[in-house]
């Protein structure tokens, strides 16, 4: 079993930057791979980002490649989301997520445990 638990979320402006954390529980950190999602209201769940297990492999949607940095912190069993120049399409409730093994993580359900979330608001 993996408890995550989110925090840094909050209210920025336009091109304002946020650092969001994942905490995990357990001694299996190096055995999961970590990602990250949102939900806009009214929106289906979406993937962010994702990192490997070894923490040598990324993924980024489109949306946020080039904006957005994932990271995972071993001795802190710790995953960051660096968020930079957010933008106002980026306000959504950000979800950490985290899996033992699979294909295809780009899809929510695939993940086996999830966080409570945290809500990240960008004004314009």
């Known amino acids: 079993q993996v408890q995550l638990v989110e925090s840094g979320g909050g209210l920025v402006q336009a091109g304002g930057s946020l650092r969001l954390s994942c905490a995990a529980s357990g001694r299996t950190f190096s055995s999961i791979t970590m990602g990250w999602f949102r939900q806009a209201p009214g929106k289906e769940r979406e993937f962010v980002t994702g990192?490997?297990?070894?923490?040598?492999?990324?993924d980024y949607s489109d949306s946020v490649k080039g904006r957005f940095t994932i990271s995972r912190d071993y001795a802190k069993t710790t995953v960051y989301l660096q968020m930079n120049n957010l933008k106002p399409e980026d306000t959504a409730v950000y979800y950490c997520?985290?899996?033992?093994?699979?294909?295809?993580?780009?899809?929510?359900?695939?993940?086996?445990?999830w966080g409570q979330g945290t809500q990240v608001t960008v004004s314009s």
């Open positions: 997520a985290a899996v033992f093994t699979g294909s295809n993580l780009y899809v929510p359900r695939k993940y086996s445990f």
């Open positions: 990192i490997s297990r070894s923490g040598s492999n990324a």
